[in-house]
């Protein structure tokens, strides 16, 4: 082996590097921002490493020496791995039912001492390794349904098992993967037939359930008049408009209730009304009704909207030019709840105003830019697909926080990817990237 050949530089491109190492340095400045007192000792604070921006310190330095590691790691590696890797990461989020620890309601952590580990978190990266092992295989038909359902399983298996540690906001994360799916031959139907439940959903939260019903038939008139010559050579259209109409009506008048009331959380069902302007009765909500029959719990008090308030009076407040680094008053006053973590977005719109928060967007918008420009460069089935399971999965991240923060999404508590506080999200996303710069170094090789 020559010595051109034992550098860490050779072939990688450094442009995901640089951001990556921009974005993370944007965090612990609005982590700092956020918990910074005038009297505070911060040299004091960093060698002691008892606040969250000093820790956020200590997490950014392991995710470099773990990042460099993975630079020095064969890229062939990944892909011989990527089954017991995601099989290792269910053993995880099954051990959390057994030793986890309850931080905010959610059992979904291992505590280890100097942090507490989020096996969902890191499942992330199992999950894109996986998919892209699995629809990289040259025995994996994908246009067969068979291979459709077990790509689905890869996917939706964390996300079962992150329900029912009650991180819900993680399980749906899981569902970004459709976008790589979709890119590698699944049938289009299955990405319309999602959006258009996704339309019914918040049509049915925003506009009458009986203004809907009578707009969903007279769609359905105006389609039977259209295409009634067809109809009568075709059954299968007529079946097919009945069929449509019933499951829209269904959707909106028994789904969308039964969910909020039975599987979502009266907090949860809240916030999700909040979003478009409406209240929720927490007395129909099942787990009110459980905890008012239990006489040793207090029925759980009916939550508002304050957190997505806050944000948007923070975001405002700081206007177009911002009010300046440490001048926040509502940063400064710890107005916005759990503001270093999922709401870490206030502190730079408030400091920063609408010119930052363009910036940030527009730096978010170049790494995914990146990504997709080196998935598509890719020789090799397996670094493109898994390129594209870390695009989506950021994509995701960023879109749902910054909505959920400007109130325009209902808060589910995800982190915003590389700037939220927190040990096992930074590390999710620092080996997320650099996994990628490393089968991208090695792209002329056939990586399978």
């Not at 028994?254 to 979003?275: D, E, G, H, W």
């Not at 239990?294 to 177009?320: C, H, L, W």
């Not at 994509?395 to 209902?410: C, D, E, Q, R, Y």
Request: overall charge positive; proline content about 3%.
């Amino acid at each position: 082996m020559t010595q051109n050949e034992l550098k860490i530089s050779k072939g990688i491109d450094f442009t995901i590097i640089i951001l990556y190492l921009i974005l993370v340095c944007i965090g612990i400045t609005c982590i700092f921002s956020v918990e910074h007192k005038p009297d505070d000792d911060i040299l004091g604070n960093i060698l002691k490493f008892n606040t969250n921006y000093a820790k956020q310190i200590l997490f950014t330095f392991i995710g470099l020496l773990v990042g460099t590691f993975i630079l020095l790691t064969d890229s062939k590696f990944f892909s011989a791995m990527a089954n017991l890797f995601y099989a290792f990461g269910i053993m995880l989020m099954l051990a959390t039912f057994v030793i986890g620890k309850n931080v905010n309601g959610s059992s979904s952590w291992i505590p280890l001492g100097f942090m507490n580990l989020q096996p969902a978190e890191l499942c992330k990266i199992f999950v894109a390794l996986a998919i892209a092992k699995y629809l990289s295989r040259s025995d994996t038909d994908f246009s067969k349904p068979r291979s459709q359902l077990i790509a689905a399983a890869i996917c939706l298996t964390p996300a079962i098992l992150s329900i029912l540690q009650k991180e819900t906001g993680l399980a749906l994360v899981y569902f970004s993967f459709i976008f790589v799916l979709f890119r590698e031959g699944l049938p289009s139907v299955y990405l319309i037939s999602a959006a258009f439940l996704g339309v019914l959903g918040v049509a049915s939260l925003v506009v009458d359930t009986n203004v809907l019903t009578i707009a969903l038939l007279v769609i359905a008139f105006v389609a039977f008049m259209l295409l009634k010559r067809k109809i009568r050579r075709n059954r299968f259209i007529l079946l097919f408009l009945l069929g449509g109409l019933a499951f829209s009506v269904g959707t909106q008048r028994l789904a969308v209730p039964y969910v909020l009331n039975n599987v979502f959380k009266c907090y949860q069902s809240t916030r999700i009304l909040a979003m478009v302007g409406k209240e929720y009765d927490c007395s129909l909500n099942k787990e009110s009704k459980l905890a008012e029959a239990d006489e040793n719990k207090k029925a759980p008090r009916k939550t508002d909207d304050y957190n997505v308030r806050q944000s948007k009076m923070a975001i405002g407040s700081g206007g177009f030019w911002g009010k300046g680094f440490l001048k926040g008053t509502v940063t400064q006053g710890s107005f916005v709840p759990e503001q270093h973590t999922d709401f870490i977005f206030t502190a730079l719109g408030e400091s920063f105003g609408f010119w930052g928060s363009v910036i940030l967007a527009g730096l978010y918008l170049t790494l995914l830019i990146v990504i997709i420009n080196v998935a598509e460069r890719q020789k090799s089935a397996f670094s493109r697909i898994y390129a594209y399971g870390v695009a989506s999965v950021i994509f995701f991240h960023v879109s749902i926080n910054m909505l959920m923060t400007m109130g325009l999404a209902p808060v589910i508590g995800i982190p915003l990817p590389l700037m939220s506080y927190g040990g096992s999200s930074l590390l999710t996303f620092t080996i997320m990237l650099f996994i990628l710069v490393r089968l991208d170094a090695d792209r002329q090789l056939n990586v399978r």
